[in-house]
T-cell receptor
C-alpha cells in the first residue's frame, strides 16, 4: 500500500515570499490533516478535512495560510506571505473512515521542512 | 476539549534496561489513544493504539502500553531497550469520530536516548 506522499521535502524561502505544499493521501482515506511541527514541539493541527469539507481550521492563521482539498483527494497548503516563525516541518496525514463509524489510525507523510530566512 | 501531557521531555536509559515513557490525557469523551515514534528526518510511525478494546495494548518492536482510565494514563513501556529505539515518541489522543471527526491532539514529545 502506498503511503502519504508530500512534496517538496525541503524548501527555503525569504520572508514575505509565498510557498505551497502538496499532499496526496492514501487512496480511499476520507480524512486529511495538515500539521505544523516547530523544532522541539509536538505537531499542531492546522486544518482537518473530511472529504473536501473543512472540519477544523481553528488554529490556522487565516490571514496568511490557506488550504484546499479539491475533489476530496489531493490537498495543497499555502503560506502567503511567509514569516520567520513559519519555519517548521509541515506534516500531512490521512485516515480511513469505515462505514461502521469511527476512524482508523492516521498515517503520516515524510513532511516538508520549510526554512524562512 | 482534549489534551495530552507527556511528563518527561527527555528519558535516558542504558541498552538492555527497561523503558518507561509517561503520558496523561484529558478528554471529555472515551478517547482513542496512540503512541507514535519519530526517528530523525523520518516520518511519524504508529507504535500502538488503544481503541476501547483490551486495556493492555501490544505494539511493534516490543513496546506496549496500558490504558488506565482511573489514572487517565497511557504509559509506554518496553522491557529491554535497544539502540535503535533512540527517537522521539509522541502520545496522541483522538476524539470520537462521531463528534469532531477524529481530531488528533499531540503531546509535546519525549526524546529517548539509549546508551551502550
Amino acid at each position: 500500500e502506498a503511503g502519504v506522499a508530500q512534496s517538496p521535502r525541503y524548501k527555503i524561502i525569504e520572508k514575505r515570499q509565498s510557498v505551497a505544499f502538496w499532499c496526496n493521501p492514501i487512496s480511499g482515506h476520507a480524512t486529511l490533516y495538515w500539521y505544523q511541527q516547530i523544532l522541539g514541539q509536538g505537531p499542531k493541527l492546522l486544518i482537518q478535512f473530511q472529504n473536501n469539507g473543512v472540519v477544523d481550521d481553528s488554529q490556522l492563521p487565516k490571514d496568511r495560510f490557506s488550504a484546499e482539498r479539491l475533489k476530496g483527494v489531493d490537498s495543497t497548503l499555502k503560506i502567503q506571505p511567509a514569516k520567520l516563525e513559519d519555519s517548521a516541518v509541515y506534516l500531512c496525514a490521512s485516515s480511513y473512515s469505515p462505514k461502521t463509524g469511527g476512524e482508523t489510525e492516521a498515517f503520516f507523510g515524510q513532511g516538508t521542512r520549510l526554512t524562512v530566512v | 476539549a482534549q489534551s495530552v501531557t507527556q511528563l518527561d521531555s527527555h528519558v535516558s536509559v542504558s541498552e538492555g534496561t527497561p523503558v518507561l515513557l509517561r503520558c496523561n490525557y484529558s478528554s471529555s469523551y472515551s478517547p482513542s489513544l496512540f503512541w507514535y515514534v519519530q526517528h530523525p528526518n523520518k516520518g511519524l510511525q504508529l507504535l500502538l493504539k488503544y481503541t476501547s478494546a483490551a486495556t493492555l495494548v501490544k505494539g511493534i518492536n516490543g513496546f506496549e502500553a496500558e490504558f488506565k482510565k482511573s489514572e487517565t494514563s497511557f504509559h509506554l513501556t518496553k522491557p529491554s531497550a535497544h539502540m535503535s529505539d533512540a527517537a522521539e515518541y509522541f502520545c496522541v489522543v483522538r476524539s470520537p469520530g462521531g463528534t469532531s471527526y477524529g481530531k488528533l491532539t499531540f503531546g509535546q514529545g519525549t526524546i529517548l536516548t539509549v546508551h551502550p
